[in-house]
């Protein structure tokens, strides 16, 4: 069977890596780079700066509780994982800082100042138990944004700015996100067990299945149009040209998805119709003024700050996350922190484009699943299952089990 394969980020890179044994497979990414959300400088990414420093822009971190597919596979590509610590600082906007058990052990602070720590940690606990108990009924997140279930309790606010960090939706309207698809991710978050990043970066693993794939893989890809009919798919590109396929997996973001099919069933249009881009940046730096500015110097693996007027953000101590000495330059990956990083100190901007989760376009996200393939059109992402690389992985695997490929 021929099988096109529209993106090549982690959803569309191993459903290619999970059909390749079987089907003649095809990737095609519109991007000169591959890897989608994974940008690993030095790995995908070409940058003048010393190649030892392979610093990652985009998907960092997993929690090997909650991926237990994404574990399976690194296992398979024989890719080495590091533990790193999952300590986080929430800075909030009154000037307070609220520090994770791990932060504080890091931090080390005198014990008065230690005791006030340990008061404020019960309180954001209890917070916190109060959050699962208020969202403990799954029946009753469908449908509604997190915001319905969030307070203004400094717990919440922390949770609101991890969903931010999951899901890379700007803190001002991070509310609006489903409580369907956040609230799992922030229990699994409470009840995180262990963390690891990938050594050498998170696109150690894409090159690895990169490297085994037998089928084309186009980059600078630009497709115009995708129709179907009775016996297969019909791709057009931008110069004219034709391609034709037995199937058809789109991976790319949702929002594409309309744009792209020449032939949308009625069905489609209203699974689809809703969803829209979120357009958001990274910046590499090695700014030290967010923590400088606030008087506390405790770079934990991430830390959340609220920055006033309902603005956010997050900055991830990339010399814990990507293995660099701790006594050497300082390295930071900074979401939402524009104003607080210096341009001076910004070793490079990453642009993302990622799906705008709303409750309107969510809602859809089950029955796109329940009819996948139909009409010879299958959907991959990590949209359609929790939002993260888990979530990629799954949704190969459910593409994979439709096409009769390999599991894990
Ligand atoms: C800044 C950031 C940090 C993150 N950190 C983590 C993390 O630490 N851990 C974690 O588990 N998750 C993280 N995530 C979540 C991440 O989105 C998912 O883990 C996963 O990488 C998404 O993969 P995907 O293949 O579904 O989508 P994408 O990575 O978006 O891949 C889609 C691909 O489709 C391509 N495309 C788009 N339109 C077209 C078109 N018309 N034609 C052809 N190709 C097209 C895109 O260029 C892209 O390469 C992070 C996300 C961001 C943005």
Same mark, same amino acid.
């Given at each position: 069977m021929r099988v096109a394969i529209i993106g090549g980020g982690s959803a569309g890179l191993v459903t290619a890596y999970l059909l390749d044994r079987t089907h003649d497979v095809t990737v095609l990414e519109k991007q000169p780079i591959l890897g989608g959300h994974v940008r690993t400088l030095n790995g995908n990414v070409l940058t003048p700066l010393p190649s030892h420093l392979r610093l990652d822009a985009g998907v960092i971190e997993f929690e090997t509780r909650n991926f237990p597919q994404l574990m399976r596979l690194f296992d398979e590509l024989g890719c080495e994982t590091r533990p790193v610590r999952g300590t986080t600082t929430f800075y909030s906007a009154d000037g307070h800082h609220h520090l994770s058990p791990g932060?504080?052990?890091?931090?080390?602070?005198?014990?008065?100042?230690?005791?006030?720590?340990?008061?404020?940690?019960?309180?954001?606990?209890?917070?916190?138990?109060?959050?699962?108990?208020?969202?403990?009924?799954?029946?009753?997140?469908?449908?509604?944004?997190?915001?319905?279930?969030?307070?203004?309790?400094?717990?919440?606010r922390w949770l609101a700015l991890l969903t931010t960090y999951a899901y890379s939706i700007p803190y001002e309207r991070v509310r609006q996100v489903p409580a369907a698809l956040a609230v799992p991710m922030l229990h699994a978050f409470l009840h995180a067990e262990s963390w690891v990043s990938l050594v050498g970066g998170a696109?150690?693993?894409?090159? !690895?299945?990169? =490297?085994?794939?037998?089928?084309? %893989? /186009? &980059?600078?890809? $630009?497709?115009?149009?995708?129709?179907? @009919?009775? *016996?297969?798919?019909?791709?057009?590109?931008?110069?004219?040209?034709?391609?034709?396929f037995d199937?058809?997996?789109?991976?790319?973001?949702?929002?594409?998805?309309?744009?792209?099919?020449?032939?949308?069933?009625?069905?489609?249009?209203? !699974?689809?119709? =809703?969803?829209?881009?979120?357009? %958001? /940046? &990274?910046?590499? $730096?090695?700014?030290?003024?967010?923590? @400088?500015? *606030?008087?506390?110097?405790?770079?934990?693996?991430?830390?959340?700050?609220?920055?006033?007027?309902?603005?956010?953000?997050?900055?991830?101590?990339?010399?814990?996350?990507?293995?660099?000495?701790?006594?050497?330059?300082?390295?930071?990956?900074?979401?939402?922190?524009?104003?607080?990083?210096?341009?001076? &100190?910004?070793? $490079?901007?990453?642009?993302?484009?990622?799906?705008?989760?709303?409750?309107?376009?969510?809602?859809?996200?089950?029955?796109?699943?329940?009819?996948?393939?139909?009409?010879?059109?299958?959907?991959?992402?990590?949209?359609?299952?929790?939002?993260?690389?888990?979530?990629a992985i799954c949704s190969a695997l459910a593409v994979s089990d439709r096409l009769g490929g390999h599991r894990l």
């Open positions: 932060s504080m052990q890091r931090a080390q602070h005198p014990w008065p100042q230690r005791i006030r720590e340990l008061v404020d940690l019960v309180g954001m606990r209890v917070q916190g138990m109060r959050f699962e108990q208020r969202t403990d009924v799954a029946e009753s997140l469908a449908g509604r944004p997190l915001g319905d279930f969030l307070t203004d309790a400094p717990t919440d696109w150690c693993y894409l090159d !690895r299945i990169l =490297a085994g794939l037998r089928g084309p %893989v /186009h &980059t600078d890809a $630009h497709l115009t149009s995708v129709a179907r @009919d009775e *016996r297969g798919v019909t791709l057009t590109f931008a110069g004219g040209e034709r391609a034709r199937k058809v997996v789109f991976a790319c973001p949702p929002d594409q998805t309309l744009a792209l099919l020449a032939d949308p069933s009625e069905a489609e249009v209203r !699974r689809f119709g =809703a969803w829209r881009a979120n357009h %958001v /940046h &990274t910046l590499v $730096h090695t700014d030290r003024q967010p923590y @400088d500015r *606030r008087k506390l110097d405790v770079a934990t693996e991430f830390d959340v700050f609220e920055l006033g007027s309902g603005r956010g953000g997050y900055n991830a101590y990339l010399n814990e996350l990507c293995g660099l000495p701790a006594d050497g330059p300082q390295y930071g990956l900074a979401f939402g922190m524009d104003e607080e990083i210096r341009p001076e &100190t910004v070793l $490079h901007r990453q642009p993302h484009h990622t799906p705008d989760y709303t409750v309107e376009a969510y809602r859809w996200c089950s029955e796109i699943r329940a009819t996948n393939g139909e009409r010879h059109t299958l959907h991959a992402g990590a949209w359609l299952g929790n939002g993260l690389q888990e979530g």
